[in-house]
């Protein structure tokens, strides 16, 4: 779809039109560092408007070097740091002669010279030094710029080796223009002069070579996660799926699918299955899991408040999971739900489906499951336990154990199997 | 022909969106289909359901900034039903907070979330037993002097509507239960949402981060 690439063209094209955008160093038309030619490019005016613009500020007590010099420190920081666009590809008017430019780039040297000498804030003869060392740099960092990597191995060379020339040269006049370091030993001088020179001019192949370190450290580093979920996905969803895909049997398909589901959020969460373990809330998905898994009924569980599990806790839980069972084998519901509630005296916990229900006065003296495993299992934890069902009305188990059974020092109150609880009166009816 | 009201479905997964509608069937009219904010955004704001089925998460943001997308664009008609996979808080309550009218999980069955969205384009809450939960843990963190009661606590009644929900009890079931009409079961299930909605109680905002701790 066309408008919404991100090419360097179409935002240049784009800046120029619709909203202003950071002007980019221009390195195929620059002269010293493309500063002058990227404003050029940015406001659609002739390069040499900008050129002429900066050596007559210079000409103000060296004002214009300054400016220069800060506006291309920030571009290329700009440019560093991905905000301004890159200019690149084929240019109109890139075909100069490099006679032309080395002239062009004298002329404005010695324009920069001329101007600095007379009225530099600096002194004069600092002023030409910053002209040279500005010039310079700009000529020995082109040399390295993508840019200029189609141009000729002599020519690049006779460039950066101007370039580092123009640097040191500029460095030397300026420093010999102090005070304190033009009275001093002249081999001191050269040797700041020589260590600064190479710092400045080595500085973006330096600058360059630890980004690419830095950018494929990064790169191994997102290669090798992606490696580790790629295989992780491989040996677990992807296996259950294709086993999906040839179980005839629809409720198997489901077991899978729910036990792949519960393993995928485990490891997404590492910390899930150990935060969860030692809680009434971990044990209860824990205990719903192993129901769906080996009966196929959903089990809905919801949990309030949460508390560690001991030994009532682990009472109640067996309750819990054989009332699950029971709803899950006989009553012939779709789904059963789970709610347990926490609070400061005791746990609550409801187990309900909404099947075929029964007669509890009339229950099988066999059927063990309810009065030892769910009733007299509750009794000796301490707490209690009611059945409420009626044919075709569905079944609700409730548990009940009082916390304080679980820190002996407040005595514990035992809640008897008979205590009616709250809001069941209607179920007398 | 029954009523079958119009549907526009936000979910990044085609899977799912698919899923939905074969399961809804001819129960709803689906107008359209968006994966993101902004696109869901501007399908609403053209298409005018009167429910829209929501997921939580999306690439570009949350149900939530999809809710409040709308309400601006002048879409105040709209009513919101969260259907989500996440099960975890604060995102429940935040789609909540921010307008919606119900919250269930992707595993409930075609035939409970036809009823849902029939009950969301009838102005009703809907309430899943697990939003039922949230709301008795948020509403049952302990505050010392609640600024507004009339807001910042649920009616005995409320929470014992909300326990049955909790529980697994339909409507109809808790209008039994409690022998009170099913109008007045709603009622007070649109009464607690609202109170989701409105109440400034801090322990609303942060209780989900802290039950983290236990």
């Given at each position: 779809m066309p408008g919404t690439s991100t090419t360097p063209e179409s935002r240049r094209t784009a800046g120029r039109n619709r909203d202003w955008c950071l002007p980019a160093l221009?390195?195929?038309?620059?002269?010293?560092?493309g500063v002058a030619s990227g404003i050029a490019a940015e406001l659609g005016v002739p390069a040499s408007w900008i050129r002429t613009s900066f050596v007559l500020l210079f000409a103000?007590?060296?004002w214009g070097a300054l400016v220069y010099g800060g506006l291309w420190a920030f571009l290329l920081w700009a440019r560093l740091a991905d905000i301004a666009p890159v200019r690149t590809g084929p240019v109109p008017g890139?075909?100069?002669s490099s006679g032309h430019r080395f002239l062009s780039i004298a002329l404005i040297t010695a324009g920069l010279a001329i101007a600095g000498l007379s009225l530099?804030?600096?002194?004069p003869v600092a002023g030409i030094g910053v002209g040279l060392v500005i010039v310079g740099l700009g000529l020995a960092w082109r040399t390295s710029s993508t840019a200029q990597a189609a141009l000729p191995g002599r020519a690049r060379i006779h460039q950066l080796l101007g370039g580092v020339g123009l640097v040191v040269g500029g460095l030397f006049i300026l420093l010999t223009s102090f005070e304190p370091l033009a009275t001093g030993t002249f081999v001191v001088g050269a040797v700041l002069i020589a260590l600064v020179g190479t710092i400045v001019v080595s500085g973006p192949w330096l600058y360059q070579v630890l980004r690419d370190f830095d950018s494929e450290r990064q790169a191994r580093i997102r290669s090798d996660e992606r490696a580790e979920v790629a295989a992780h996905l491989h040996d677990s969803v992807l296996q259950t799926l294709a086993l999906i895909q040839k179980v005839e049997d629809r409720q198997a398909a489901i077991n899978l699918a729910r036990r792949q589901e519960r393993e995928l959020r485990n490891w997404l969460d590492p910390g899930r299955a150990s935060r969860l373990g030692g809680s009434i809330r971990g044990r209860l998905d824990q205990m719903a899991s192993d129901v769906e898994e080996l009966h196929g009924i959903p089990v809905e569980v919801v949990t309030v408040g949460d508390v560690l599990v001991d030994e009532p806790i682990i009472a109640l839980l067996n309750a819990t999971r054989e009332a699950c069972v029971n709803a899950a084998r006989h009553?012939?519901?779709k789904r059963i739900d789970v709610f347990a509630e926490v609070d400061d005296d005791d746990v609550t916990l409801f187990v309900r489906d909404?099947?075929?229900?029964?007669d509890p006065t009339t229950?099988?003296?066999?059927?063990?499951?309810?009065?030892?495993?769910?009733v007299g299992r509750m009794e000796r934890a301490g707490g209690g336990a009611m059945i409420y069902s009626e044919p075709g009305q569905g079944t609700e188990v409730e548990l009940t154990i009082p916390r304080s059974a679980l820190e002996p020092s407040k005595g514990a109150a035992v809640i008897s199997a008979e205590t009616s609880p709250p809001s069941r009166e209607d179920r007398s009816q | 022909m029954t009523y079958a009201p119009t549907v526009v479905l936000v979910d990044d997964h085609d899977i799912v969106r698919a899923g939905v509608t074969a399961e809804l069937g001819d129960r709803v009219q689906v107008l359209g289909e968006a994966g993101d904010v902004g696109g869901a955004v501007a399908l609403i704001l053209d298409r005018?359901?009167?429910?829209v089925l929501l997921?939580?998460?999306?690439?570009?943001?949350t149900g939530a900034d999809v809710i409040r997308g709308v309400r601006a664009g002048g879409g105040t008609d709209v009513r919101f039903l969260a259907l989500s996979v996440s099960d975890s808080p604060d995102d429940v309550i935040a789609v909540i907070r921010a307008g919606a009218r119900g919250y269930v999980t992707k595993s409930i069955s075609g035939e409970d979330l036809g009823d849902a969205v029939l009950r969301v384009a009838e102005g009703d809450a809907v309430f899943s037993p697990r939003l039922a939960g949230f709301v008795i843990d948020a509403f049952s963190a302990?505050?010392?002097?609640?600024?507004?009661p009339e807001l910042d606590l649920l009616s005995p009644r409320e929470q014992e509507v909300m326990r049955l929900l909790a529980r697994g009890y339909a409507y109809k079931e808790i209008a039994r239960r409690l022998t009170i009409s099913i109008k007045t079961v709603e009622t007070h299930a649109s009464n607690v949402l609202r109170k989701l909605q409105v109440?400034?109680?801090?322990e609303l905002t942060s209780w989900a981060t802290k039950r983290r701790i236990v």
């Open positions: 221009d390195n195929d038309r620059a002269l010293v560092a103000i007590d060296g890139r075909g100069r530099a804030p600096f002194g009553s012939g519901t909404t099947g075929d229900g029964f229950v099988d003296p066999d059927r063990r499951g309810l009065r030892e495993s769910i | 005018r359901p009167e429910v997921d939580v998460h999306l690439p570009s943001g302990s505050l010392p002097a609640p600024a507004d109440s400034n109680r801090h």
